[in-house]
């Protein structure tokens, strides 16, 4: 039982939330009784027999023997002061009301305990008489949850090492019960970078963190459970379900305290994530659209927001920021997936990763800009293919391409009839007149990209071609062309400079935070 002056009001209630956020239900507990209930113990039965008695001295008392014991050298373990008391005289005390606790009268020699993960366990000194039942009637920890355990017919107790020592007191108790103890394995305590212990101000000891953050309970439980756990291999590596880690569990467990690195985190929550995207349970489409659709459609809102203040505070330069009209508006729940799994976002990366993935996926939400084609043009980015005297030819490969797709079926637009329409244009005789170098693909790959993303990588290009759309992708490849043959007519000495966007200062990782979208839309100065 806890101390009644550490109770937190909904802490029990918090922790069950959690239980169920994660998918884990108790067989059997306070909230969910069952057949070994009411979960309610006392120790009338050890004071009877005399392996327990009733201690009388005051808090006051014992502060003032031990501090007096301390200054002696002498040991601060609680003395026996009662010990010797009369049964008749404890009884009638007792029934005068006079305040007591009950001690747990201990082996005078420290006895030896089996552990699954340390072995054999002795302490170097016996145990004092110990507390079991406290003066305001409450039972300790000690005595409370060996009376539970065994009711409840536990066989195996799994908990943090810092409980190691104190198992000894709670095997004598189920010993002076003539109770079977159960199995015992004490695991490594979860500590920080710096071997602290976590707390529960510690982001990754806080439960809100990972749900605020969207991490997919299957993945976190999945996180937790490889913690100190060494898990048999099994096909997808560490990669399991709540039905999997139990079917593969084991008592392997690690020794020492285990140092918490989220590093793992985003790899599981990217495998828990596909597994849930790709299935067809109402279940898993829930958390698809409450982890993912949801928070990924408001952090585009933001960006919208960002981007309309921006305009409002510089209208002469949004030019080099991103276009007005979104494109994939109607079409956003039945494609932002299928881009995601396929350009292999971070889902799990560090704070603000859906304004990041906004990033990823600007030009699946906005069109390429064509300033930045013109750009890249001149910066030479399609070279060796393209070089920056080869915009001429350029613009006939795109217009090329443009008859190529343009002669797909709408209803027949997909990856590979797409796929098939770029092998044909890699393999013709009059296409390859247009571009140089070596390799035949990149010769229509690379212009491609750069006119559907303008380089981006990520999703495969035939992927990408279907998610965007045949009537999206011809406007682009007719922009790509118009920006070919502006490169082509500006004469060297009227070409500008080479130079990023405006307000792209941010490198090719782009925004990571809401607070860098400011930035990039030039809203705030970069810290």
């Known amino acids: 039982m806890p101390d009644p002056t550490r109770l937190v009001a909904d802490a029990e209630t918090r922790l069950y939330q959690d239980l169920e956020w994660l998918g884990l239900a108790p067989d059997e507990g306070p ?17 009877r ?59 005078e020699k420290p006895i030896m305990i089996h552990d699954i993960v340390y072995n054999r366990f002795q302490k170097k000194d016996a145990e004092e008489d110990f507390i079991i039942m406290k003066r305001d009637g409450f039972p300790t920890y000690h005595f409370a949850n060996v009376v539970d355990d065994h009711l409840m017919k536990i066989t195996h107790v799994i908990r943090g090492a810092e409980w190691l020592v ?67 291999p099994i096909n997808k590596g560490d990669v399991m379900t709540l039905k999997e880690m139990a079917d593969n569990f084991s008592l392997k467990f690690s020794k020492g305290d285990i140092i918490v690195s989220l590093l793992k985190l985003p790899h599981l929550q990217d495998k828990h994530f596909q597994r849930v995207a790709e299935s067809q349970d109402p279940a898993d489409l829930a958390l698809v659209e409450s982890h993912f659709l949801a928070p ?24 080099s920021r991103l276009p007005d009209a979104p494109i994939l508006q109607e079409r956003f729940r039945s494609v932002l997936t299928s881009i995601v799994l396929g350009a292999r976002l971070p889902l799990a990366a560090p704070a603000d990763r859906f304004a990041h993935a906004v990033w990823r996926l600007r030009y699946y ?67 390859a007149a247009y571009l140089g170098g070596d390799n035949a693909q990149l010769r229509v790959y690379k212009p491609l990209r750069w006119a559907m993303l303008a380089l981006d990588k990520g999703l495969g290009l035939s992927q990408a071609l279907e998610i965007l759309g045949k009537e999206e992708c011809l406007r682009r490849l007719d922009i790509a062309k118009e920006a070919a043959e502006t490169v082509a007519a500006q004469p060297p000495s009227q070409t500008p400079p080479v130079e990023e966007a ?3 200062t941010l490198g090719q990782e782009g925004p990571q935070s809401m607070e860098e979208w400011a930035q990039y839309f030039g809203l705030v100065e970069k810290a």
């Open 365 to 431: 939400l906005w069109e390429v800009p064509p300033h930045l084609l013109q750009q890249q043009l001149r910066a030479g980015a399609l070279e060796p293919v393209a070089p920056r005297d080869a915009a001429p030819r350029l613009a006939e490969a795109v217009a090329f391409l443009r008859r190529k797709f343009a002669g797909v079926a709408e209803q027949e637009w997909n990856h590979v009839v797409i796929d098939q329409a770029m092998r044909e244009a890699i393999q013709d005789e009059g296409y």
């Open 296 to 319: 990924l459609e408001r952090a585009i809102r933001d960006v919208e927001t960002l981007k309309a203040k921006a305009a409002a505070a510089h209208p002469s330069d949004l030019g």
């Open 49 to 107: 027999d005399g392996k327990a008695y009733r201690c009388f001295c005051t808090p006051e008392s014992l502060e003032e023997a031990k501090a007096m014991a301390a200054e002696l050298g002498q040991s601060t373990a609680y003395p026996g002061t009662c010990r010797s008391i009369d049964p008749d005289v404890s009884d009638d005390r007792a029934n005068k009301g006079e305040k007591f606790a009950v001690r747990f009268k201990s082996s």
């Open 31 to 47: 909230n969910n009784e069952g057949p070994y209930g009411p979960y309610r113990q006392h120790a009338d039965k050890l004071i």
């Open 166 to 232: 104190s198992t000894p007191k709670h095997v004598e108790l189920y010993n002076a019960f003539g109770w079977q103890p159960p199995q015992f394995a004490h695991v490594g305590l979860l500590v920080d970078k710096n071997r602290q212990k976590l707390s529960k101000r510690d982001n990754s000891a806080n439960m809100e963190f990972y749900k605020q953050g969207h991490i997919l309970p299957s993945a976190l439980a999945n996180f937790a459970a490889l913690l100190g756990w060494r898990a048999p």
């Open 502 to 504: 405006k307000g792209n």
